[in-house]
């Protein structure tokens, strides 16, 4: 009995070193940690901000990565009017059907799509990429942890590789990315795309934008449930306040 328990020990304290080890292995740095406008308790998303984003997600990351749950009309939300919400989507092309010939049509996007991923299959997606997956971004910030500080540290955590490290080809070194090598060109240049804003198109501009348009694009509504917990909140202060007059009351006459 007392070996068996040793023995189970053992195994325990072997698993765990295992596991130390390969999680050193796998080792990333820290996130940067960056004060978003979102953040706390009464953070709100900066509209302009999102706007930008979505603009470096249209024509930088849209490239490789699909954001299957992102509808167009959800976009009225960054502050598009309703004929700016229709042109956005009319410019993508969504497969329809089938008709009444049992034949499916391609025809422009409509807002009640969601945006069209842009390859037709994960096997066209890693064919592409040279075997690598672009994973899909519109819950990205919620799946990883740390997720906006992680999304904008990985957009601007490119680095050469250290002396004496090789890369496969189709392979980048990236601090922030857990093993170091990932199969995802550093996607931001300077000055890449034009913002209709005339802010400068920055590598760390562009990162920090799409970030936030990404956390939009996870919990898009993050805002509601922020006001919805500060009126909880009021609430049960008046309510407590009230609570401990009323029993003022009562207890008065009681000497
Ligand atoms: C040329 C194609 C390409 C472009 C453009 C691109 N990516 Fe990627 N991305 C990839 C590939 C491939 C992977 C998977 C990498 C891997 O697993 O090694 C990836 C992975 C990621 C990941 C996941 C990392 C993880 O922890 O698994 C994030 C986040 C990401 N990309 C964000 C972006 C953003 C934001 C943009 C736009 C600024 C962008 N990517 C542009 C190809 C691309």
Redesign the pocket.
Known sequence: MRLLKLSALLVAAGVALWSAGSQAAEGAAEPKQISWPHDGFFGTFDRAALQRGFK??QE??H???AAKYLTFRSLADLGFNEDEVKALAAAYTVTDGPDENGEMFERPARPSDTMPSPFPNPQAARAA??G????D?SL?SKA?HDGDN??FS??TGYDDPPAGEELAPGQYYNHY??GH?????P??MPDQITYDDGTPATVDQ??SD??QF?AWAAEPKMEERKQTGIKVMLFLIVLTVLLYLYKRKVWADVH
Do not use: D, E, Q, S
């Open positions: 470096v997600y930088v990351c490239a490789c990565h990429n040279g690598a997956y672009p994973p971004l990205m990883r992680y999304v990985l957009l990315f857990p090598r990932i199969g995802m060109p996607p931001l562009m990162a799409v970030t990404l």
